[in-house]
């Protein structure tokens, strides 16, 4: 008997801890490099900026253009003097930065290896979609652009993924663009989600038409089971944003977060101001009390969604992501 119970707490655990209905992806190829921008650049002699500058740019041409116009904002009007001062300020400013990021990432592979198991799952559902081919890592501002994506590249921002306890983050200048409950995603974990994001969000833009919120929740909750489909390896929690904790509770209390919907009469709102405090980034959500978290709208329509795949296992994911909402609503029955 006791063998027997033994056997089923391991068939629990092997069925809970591992992504079922995954495809198998692993014969598929993926060719893409990473390029380490950083390191080149904050390993430059600076009594000779400009020169190193172009050096530089004969391996990363487009790029080194892009991060010094738009990512550290010189002026490419200004005179050769003023620039490699600007750029020598701030090289001596981050460069305590810098030697943090390098501790942290002094081996990229792990998470070129989770980009491209992404890779591989996107190239499964969309093998015609062309994807970047390169990854470029990068030291930037710590209040500017983070993870980006180019038709050639994912471009990631490794300021923003230091680890979420980093006392950079606290500085009133970061906090005020990225305040507290953002920048705890400033973790390490986040390079593959925010790239597959940045893929969805490139297939399927998300619209500013007048829509209810409920239609609003759905298609963001369809963008988060494509999330979830190609990265079947990373907690549900971290592809939202929220913390284990805060997931947790959202799955042990989402009855009553389906009822706060229902009772006060929300779904079929168009109010543009309301909507944005449930499927918005937000600390918290009011109703909820002090320890939910914010974007309860997304979460629900996550929920679904997912109610109506496991009754439609059938439908291909690119054809759920082009699914009227409301048929979705209707056919889900989502009643929890």
């Known amino acids: ?21 995954s495809p198998d992806v692993s014969d598929i190829k993926i060719n893409i490099n990473t390029l380490r921008f950083e390191e080149a650049f904050f390993k430059i002699d600076t009594t000779n900026t400009m020169v190193e500058l172009e050096k530089i740019a004969n391996n990363a041409s487009n790029f080194n253009a892009f991060f010094l116009s738009n990512l550290l904002n010189l002026d490419p009007k200004w005179p050769d003097s003023i620039s490699s001062k600007y750029i020598n300020e701030y090289i001596g400013a981050y460069k305590p930065i810098y030697d943090t990021s390098q501790i942290i990432f002094k081996d990229f592979s ?9 890779l591989q799952y996107l190239k499964y559902y969309y093998p015609n979609y062309k994807a970047p081919n390169q990854i470029i890592t990068y030291l930037g501002p ?7 994506i180019t038709p050639n590249a994912f471009v990631i921002g490794l300021q923003h993924h230091l680890g979420k306890n980093a006392s950079y983050y606290n500085s009133s200048i970061v906090s005020e663009t990225y305040p507290p409950y953002i920048s705890a995603r400033f973790e390490p974990s986040y390079i593959s989600i ?4 940045n893929i969805v969000l490139d297939l399927y833009p998300e619209g500013s038409e007048e ?30 944003g929220y913390t284990q904790k805060q997931m947790e509770d959202c799955d042990a209390h989402e009855a009553s977060i389906w009822d706060l919907f229902i009772q006060n009469n929300l779904l079929q709102s168009t109010d543009n101001n309301m909507i944005r405090n ?24 996550w929920q679904i969604v997912r109610k109506y795949m496991s009754k439609h296992s059938e439908i291909k994911l690119n054809e759920l992501m082009t699914k009227d909402a409301d048929e979705i609503l209707s056919e889900a029955k989502y009643k929890p």
């Open 142 to 148: 710590l209040d500017g652009y983070g993870d980006i």
């Open 194 to 197: 925010n790239c597959m994001k």
């Open 211 to 240: 829509k209810s919120l409920v239609i609003q929740m759905i298609e963001k909750g369809k963008r988060l089971y494509m999330l979830e489909m190609l990265l079947p390896e990373k907690p549900a929690y971290q592809l939202i």
């Open 110 to 118: 792990k998470y070129e290896n989770e980009i491209k198991s992404g």
């Open 1 to 21: 008997m006791r063998l027997i119970r033994s056997l089923l707490l391991c068939l629990l655990f092997f069925s809970c801890g591992s992504k079922k209905n």
């Open 278 to 301: 449930y499927i918005g980034d937000s600390p918290k959500t009011q109703e909820l009390g002090d320890a939910s978290p914010g974007n309860i709208g997304s979460y629900v329509g």
